[in-house]
C-alpha cells in the first residue's frame, strides 16, 4: 500500500496522523466544535489504522487507534496505589460546613482561600503520566489497591492519551468517570428493548462499564470524565485552584464550575445556588465538596485515619415529598419479573409531578410495612425513578391491610417463582404469558441477534394484539396484505419488515442460537457452541457430557440448553426454522484459493522475499492448512528462507536437520 515510502517517512506520517486525529477529538467531545466531518475522520482513522498494521515496529499503546478497545478478555491485575485514595468526610447543613472552616482556621492560624466543586456522582480514577503519556489508569478499590483498567480507560475520548504544553514528568490525577444522564437514558431504554436488566442509575452503569472485560463495548458506552485533584512532586502551582486550570491546558476536563470562595459565607451560597441548579446539569451530582486551596495549608492539616482535614463533601439533601398510597400495580416485565409499583396521589417533586413509584420487589414492601392508604415519604435521590423511602404509621388507618406480594402471574394466572439468592418473582411461563412471549420476540428481531430492522417493540405489540405472532417462527409467515392492516403501517414500512426478516435468513448460526434466547446462552456462550457443537440437530442430542466439555460451558447452562430442547414447543418451533430456512448450522468458511495441501506441516519463515511480505507468506500458509510457529523445533517441517536471514535459525535448522527451502520452492509446495 505504501511501496515507496521509506521508515522516517512512514513514521512521520504516523506521528502526524496521531496529532491530528487527537485534535479531532478534542475538536468534536470537548470544544464541540467539529472542523472535519465524520467521514473524514474515519477515514483519517482508517490510514493511521492501516499504516500500524503495516509498520508494527511504530506501534503505541497511546495512538487514538487504541480507543477502539479490544475484544480481548482479560483479568483486571491488582495495582497498590503510590498515594492512598481517601474518601471525604460528610456533612449535611450549613452549620457542619461553617463548623469545618472554623476547624481549619484554628488548626492552620489562617484564613486561608477554599475550592468548592461539584461532587459527580460516579466512579473515581487515579490515572498516572509519565512524560506526557497516560501509563495507566486504577480505580479506587479498597482506597490502597485498585483494577488496573487502562485499556477500557483509554477508550474514554475525553481523557488525553498524550498531553499538551508544560506538564510535570510524572503525576497522578484523580477524577470521577461519568455516564452522562443522556447516554444513561439511551443504554436503559436499549437495554429494556433486549429485555435486559436496566442499570438503576447512572454511577452503577459507569462503574459496572468500567468493570467490563471487553473494552470495545465500553468504548460503545461513552463515558466521560472530569478531573479534581492532582498529585506529584514536582508541581508547579501552590493552589489547587491553579494546578486545576494548568490540567486543563495539559488536556484534562477539569471539575466543571469550580470556584474560588474566601469564608464560611461565600460557600454557603456556592451551596445554596447548587442545591437548586444542579437539576439543570448533564451529569449526576450528589454535593459539593470543599477543599483548602493552597497545598502548603493541606500539608499543614493533613490527614485523619480515613480522610484529609483539609476537605469535606456537603451532601445534597434528597427532596422528599410526603402524599398518598392509592394502589400497588404488579407489573410483568419482558423477562418475567415482577415488579410492584405504587400508584400515588400526584404530588411536585423535583420539578416534575409524581405520580408512580417502583416498590422494587417483595422484600421492599415488607421491610416499608406497607398498608392500603398508607401516606408514604417519595424521594427522587440518585435513581431516576422516585422511590418510595417511608410510611407516616401515625397517620396510618388501624384497620386498613397490609399490603401482600402476589403469587400468580397477572398476565397468565401461572403461579410466581422465586430463585434462590434473587430478589425478584418470575412468571416460568416462557411460552404462554403475553410479555414474555413479546419480550422472547423482541431479543429475537434485537439488533445483536437476527438484527430484523423495521420491526420494533411497538409493532411486535399490534402483531400479537391482532394474534398473527405468536413465536419467532410466526414472523417468518407474515404477508404484506397482513401487516399493512397494522395501526399506522405504510406500503414502506411492511416492504421493509420484510426484507429485513428475509435478510435475517443470512444470520449465521451462532447468532440464531443467541436470539433462541435460552435461558444463560447469551453471545458469548453461544458463539462457544456453535463452534463446537455444529448444528442445531447436534446441540439437540447433546448430553451433559458432552455440553460441559464446551469451553466454559458449566452445568448451570448445560441443564438449561438441555431443559429448552426437553420441550415439545421448542422441537416444533426449531422444525418451522428450519424450513423458514434460518441458518441452523456453522457454516466451514472457505477462503478463496484454499487447499488442504499443507495440512500437517509447521513453517518457520525468515528473511524477507520477493514475491510475498512476511504477513502474506504466513496468510498463505494457513491458506493452505499449514502452521505458522516463530521458533524452529524438531518438530519444524521446513525452514523458509529468504534474504538477509537470520544466521542463528539456518544454524539450528541445520543442527536439526530440518529442510531449508526458498520461496520458489514453497510455493511449488501448494501449486
Ligand atoms: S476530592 C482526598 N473532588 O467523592 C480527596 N472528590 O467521598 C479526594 N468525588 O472518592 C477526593 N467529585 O470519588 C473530590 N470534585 C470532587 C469530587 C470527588 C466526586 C468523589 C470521589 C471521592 C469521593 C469522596
Given amino acids: 500500500m505504501y511501496p515507496s515510502m521509506l521508515p522516517e517517512e512512514v513514521k512521520k506520517r504516523i506521528v502526524k496522523l496521531r496529532q491530528d486525529i487527537e485534535q479531532h477529538n478534542i475538536n468534536y467531545y470537548k470544544l464541540n466544535q467539529p472542523v472535519i466531518s465524520d467521514f473524514e475522520f474515519d477515514m483519517l482513522m482508517g490510514d493511521l489504522l492501516a499504516l500500524e498494521s503495516k509498520f508494527p515496529q511504530f506501534a503505541d499503546p497511546n495512538s487514538p487507534t487504541q480507543r477502539v478497545g479490544s475484544d480481548i478478555s482479560r483479568e483486571f491485575q491488582q495495582v497498590v496505589h503510590q498515594y492512598p485514595m481517601l474518601s471525604l468526610s460528610n456533612s449535611y447543613s450549613d452549620t457542619e460546613v461553617s463548623e469545618f472552616v472554623q476547624r481549619v482556621e484554628k488548626f492552620s492560624g489562617e484564613t486561608p482561600d477554599y475550592v468548592c466543586e461539584l461532587k459527580l456522582d460516579g466512579t473515581s480514577i487515579s490515572l498516572t503520566y509519565q512524560d506526557g503519556e497516560l501509563l495507566r489508569a486504577v480505580t479506587r478499590g479498597d482506597g490502597e489497591k485498585g483494577d488496573d483498567v487502562t485499556a477500557n480507560v483509554r477508550t474514554i475520548r475525553t481523557i488525553p492519551l498524550k498531553l499538551h504544553g508544560n506538564y510535570p514528568a510524572q503525576f497522578e490525577i484523580r477524577g470521577e468517570i461519568v455516564m452522562p444522564f443522556a447516554v444513561f437514558d439511551a443504554l436503559n431504554r436499549e437495554r429494556a428493548e433486549q429485555g435486559e436488566q436496566l442499570f438503576a442509575n447512572p454511577r452503577n452503569a459507569a462503574s459496572g462499564t468500567l468493570k467490563m472485560q471487553n473494552s470495545s463495548i465500553v468504548a460503545s458506552r461513552k463515558l466521560d470524565a472530569y478531573f479534581y485533584y492532582i498529585l506529584g512532586e514536582n508541581l508547579q502551582e501552590d493552589g489547587h485552584f491553579e494546578l486545576l486550570q494548568q490540567a486543563s491546558d495539559w488536556g484534562f476536563q477539569i471539575s466543571a464550575h469550580a470556584q474560588k470562595c474566601r469564608d464560611a459565607a461565600e460557600i454557603l451560597r456556592y451551596l445554596s445556588v447548587w442545591d437548586k441548579k444542579r437539576d439543570e446539569l448533564p451529569f449526576a451530582t450528589d454535593g459539593v465538596v470543599i477543599k483548602v486551596n493552597s497545598k502548603r495549608v493541606q500539608e499543614e492539616l493533613g490527614y485523619t485515619a480515613k480522610s484529609p482535614r483539609w476537605a469535606i463533601a456537603y451532601k445534597f439533601k434528597a427532596e422528599r415529598v ?79 391491610a397490609s399490603v401482600q406480594f402476589i403469587h400468580d402471574c397477572p398476565e397468565c394466572g401461572t403461579p410466581l417463582v422465586r430463585e434462590e439468592g434473587e430478589a425478584a418473582w418470575y412468571c416460568p411461563n416462557e411460552d404462554g404469558c403475553p410479555p414474555l412471549i413479546k419480550g422472547k420476540i423482541e431479543h429475537f428481531i434485537s439488533r445483536k441477534a437476527m438484527n430484523v430492522d423495521g420491526l420494533g417493540s411497538e409493532t411486535i405489540d399490534l402483531l400479537y394484539q391482532q394474534g398473527l405472532v405468536r413465536n419467532v417462527a410466526d414472523l417468518y409467515d407474515l404477508k404484506k396484505e397482513q401487516l399493512v392492516t397494522l395501526d399506522r403501517m405504510g406500503d414502506k414500512s411492511a416492504d421493509r419488515i420484510l426484507d429485513g426478516l428475509k435478510a435475517s435468513t443470512e444470520i449465521p448460526f451462532e447468532r440464531v442460537l443467541f436470539a433462541l434466547g435460552i435461558r444463560y446462552v447469551g453471545e458469548t456462550v453461544a458463539k462457544k457452541l456453535a463452534r463446537s457443537i455444529k448444528s442445531i440437530d447436534l446441540l439437540k442430542q447433546a448430553d451433559l457430557t458432552t455440553l460441559t466439555s464446551v469451553d466454559e460451558i458449566g452445568v448451570k447452562i448445560a441443564e438449561s440448553i438441555i431443559d429448552w430442547f426437553s420441550k415439545e414447543q421448542h422441537l416444533q418451533l426449531v422444525e418451522r426454522l428450519k424450513i423458514v430456512p434460518l441458518k441452523l448450522e456453522s457454516e466451514i468458511i472457505q477462503l478463496e484459493g484454499s487447499s488442504e495441501k499443507l495440512i500437517g506441516l509447521s513453517f518457520v519463515i525468515s528473511g524477507t522475499f520477493k514475491n510475498y511480505s512476511r504477513d502474506e507468506l504466513k496468510a498463505d500458509i494457513e491458506l493452505h492448512g499449514g502452521k505458522n510457529v516463530s521458533s524452529i523445533s524438531a518438530k519444524t517441517s521446513y525452514l523458509i528462507a529468504g534474504e538477509n536471514i537470520g544466521p542463528s535459525k539456518l544454524e539450528k535448522a541445520t543442527q536439526l536437520k530440518i529442510p531449508v527451502i526458498s520461496e520458489e520452492s514453497y510455493r511449488s509446495l501448494t501449486d
Avoid at 326 to 342: M, N, Y
Avoid at 362 to 385: P, Q, R, T
Fill in 322 to 400: 410526603a402524599t398518598k398510597l392509592l394502589s400497588v400495580d404488579f407489573q410483568v416485565g419482558r423477562t418475567g419479573a415482577v415488579t410492584p409499583v405504587a400508584n400515588l396521589e400526584p404530588v411536585q417533586l423535583g420539578g416534575t409531578v409524581v405520580k408512580r413509584a417502583s416498590l422494587h420487589n417483595a422484600d421492599v414492601i415488607e421491610s416499608l410495612d406497607l398498608h392500603a392508604n398508607d401516606i408514604v415519604f417519595v424521594e427522587k435521590g440518585g435513581e431516576i425513578i422516585p422511590k418510595i423511602v417511608g410510611v407516616d404509621t401515625l397517620l396510618r388507618d388501624p384497620a386498613s
